[in-house]
Structures are given as structure tokens and as C-alpha cells.
């Protein structure tokens, strides 16, 4: 290896401790472990394979968010890049303002991307604007007000729609003058907004 064993280790140990305790086989290599050494730690129970080239160092604890990271992983591109955001209803989640706990994972992906959703996902493709996203450990979500947006064009309830904005408001999360100017061009968010002022 280009490096100590104990570098290696120390890096390695870092960026899965950011990533929900995974890694690629691709940052393993760059960050000293040659596959021989991969099958070794595998072997060996320091690494666990959980998917193509994807491994997990077991006594890392498990993110609250695991399916979303694991996700991310299964999104990623030629280029080791994951692809996948979450949005929609599972970005609710995240962001905490609903206590509804969604059937399906919402995943928003680039317009080309090709895979097929794994079972209990949906892919929605948009081209998202960087300060559309957050980063969070191990995977990205959409920002508050973006999140907001997209619910407002999904099945979700006015009822809940409503908790959610109101929920972003009073937490400082979104401004509602921004909220407003978004939502725009988003009926049903822009009627419940109007409503909201008026106190109807």
C-alpha cells in the first residue's frame, strides 16, 4: 500500500464514519487498501460487502437515515458520484415537518439517470439547483423550501401540506416572502399561503 496500514485505516475509518460507516471499493483504494487487502478485511469480519463494491465497517454504528445512505450508494455513477436526493414526502421526513411516515422512499435523480428504483422507491428526475440541496451524513435532501415545493405537487393532503409550511415558518426554516415568491407558480401551495395570511 502507498501508505501505512495505520494511515489507511485512520482515513478510511473517517470517511465511513460520515457516510453512515460505508464505503466504496473505489475510496478503499484511495485510501490505501488494494482489493487483495479488501478480501482480507472482508474475511477477516473487519468489512462487511453489503452490495457491488460497496462495504460497511461493522462496528460503526447504524444512521438513524441507513436506507437513505445505503440509496445514495446504490445511485452513484461511473464516477463513484451518488446521484440520488432525497425529496418529496421522505424529505419531509427528514426536515421533520410531518409525523406521517411515507409508503415509498421519494428519490429525486438527474434526467438521464437509467437504473431502475429498487423495490419501495420512486424516482423523480429534475435537474436540482445546488442551493436546492443539503447534505446530510451519507446523503442529501432537498432543501426545506424545495421540499415544500414538490409536496405541493404531490398527493399529499392540503391538511398536511399546511402542517408542513406552518411547521417551516415558525421553525425559521423557510421565510414565508420566499415561500410566496416560490410558490408562485404551485396553486395549491399559493392558496394555502393566502389562506394562511387572511387566517381563513
Given at each position: ?23 466504496t ?11 487483495r487487502?479488501l ?103 432537498t ?43 404551485v ?14
Amino acid at each position: 500500500m502507498p501508505r501505512s496500514t495505520r494511515d489507511a485505516a485512520r482515513k478510511l475509518a473517517a470517511l465511513a464514519s460520515s457516510q453512515g460507516g460505508y464505503f466504496t471499493a473505489k475510496q478503499a483504494s484511495d485510501a490505501g487498501y488494494g482489493y487483495r487487502h479488501l478480501d482480507y478485511h472482508e474475511t477477516v469480519g473487519n468489512f462487511v460487502r453489503v452490495g457491488h463494491g460497496l462495504y460497511r465497517i461493522p462496528t460503526l454504528p447504524v444512521s438513524e437515515h441507513d436506507d437513505f445512505v445505503r440509496l445514495a450508494f446504490w445511485s452513484r455513477n461511473r464516477n463513484d458520484e451518488p446521484q440520488a436526493v432525497v425529496s418529496h414526502e421522505s424529505a419531509l421526513v427528514v426536515h421533520e415537518l410531518t409525523d406521517l411516515l411515507p409508503t415509498k422512499i421519494h428519490l429525486t435523480v438527474p434526467s438521464k439517470f437509467r437504473k431502475a428504483p429498487p423495490p419501495g422507491c420512486v424516482l423523480h428526475k429534475a435537474i436540482l439547483a445546488l442551493e436546492d440541496v443539503e447534505e446530510r451524513e451519507g446523503f442529501r435532501v432537498t432543501s426545506p423550501i424545495k421540499t415544500i415545493l414538490d409536496a405541493a405537487e404531490s398527493s399529499l393532503s392540503t391538511e398536511q401540506l399546511g402542517v408542513a409550511v406552518n411547521e417551516a415558518i415558525v421553525r425559521g426554516l423557510v421565510r414565508r416572502t420566499k415561500l410566496e415568491r416560490a410558490a408562485r407558480d404551485v396553486e395549491r401551495l399559493s392558496m394555502l399561503l393566502e389562506r394562511n395570511r387572511s387566517g381563513r
